[in-house]
């Protein structure tokens, strides 16, 4: 087997790799292993993935919904009381206030300082180079895991001309332009969801996502993560035919079907 961001042959390689990090929640999107070489994986987990999960708001979005890492913890948000002060979820769903530093413990003990802030990010810092590589390589490894059931598969992603891009910028784009992307909220992160389909009961949706072919059979990748929806096109650095797309079809998003489910509004946090 090659790998199907660096083509190296990867038979020997250990790791499997997720599609979407665990740290986000994921527990069954996985490629076998080879399907990503030991290389790339480890690429992949240091210079990008660990990266994005430590701004701001991934490390907020995982703290507001309770979501471990894979070792089991969930990441303290920080709060302003004076200063900045570690917030640390408990196993309880309550909320400690860890205050380090002696001079803002002084101020709250001398009743300087009565109110906390706590910042809310509500979504990614926008057009960032990192999260655009950091969709691509999603993009990519959504599409070896739909082939990857077909012969030849590994070679068709190799040797595909309109995948070739795309694999490199997510790998070795270091210095590259970034490749556009969109970014929209299209449901709150505490919504809860009805399908009878799915499940009995109302369940809650971490991440979805999905290949489609829109306006002028261009091919995007679609994934919708804690209620954001990112989009990228398969073979074009520009994102403009997305946004044309979404003025034509009211702003839908492509991967949902209108009423494919119903939606029970969550507590709203912005
Ligand atoms: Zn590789």
Redesign the pocket.
Known sequence: MK?I??S?N?SNSKSVEHIIPESLGNKKHILRKGI??D??NQYFAKKIEKRVLEMPYFRDVRHRNFIESKKRRIPVSKGIIGGAVDLKKRKDFGTEVIVNSPDIFQKILNGEVKHMIIPVNDQPIEDNKLISRFIAKIAIESAAQTFSSKKGWNNFIINTPEFKELRYYARFGDKLDMWNYSQRRIYNETDRFLNPKVSDGPYEVLHEQNLVFLRDRELYFVLVLFGIEYVISITNPKIDGYKSWLIENNNKCPIIEKNERDTIKGERYF
């Open positions: 790998c961001f660096c190296k990867s990503v070489c290389e790339c």
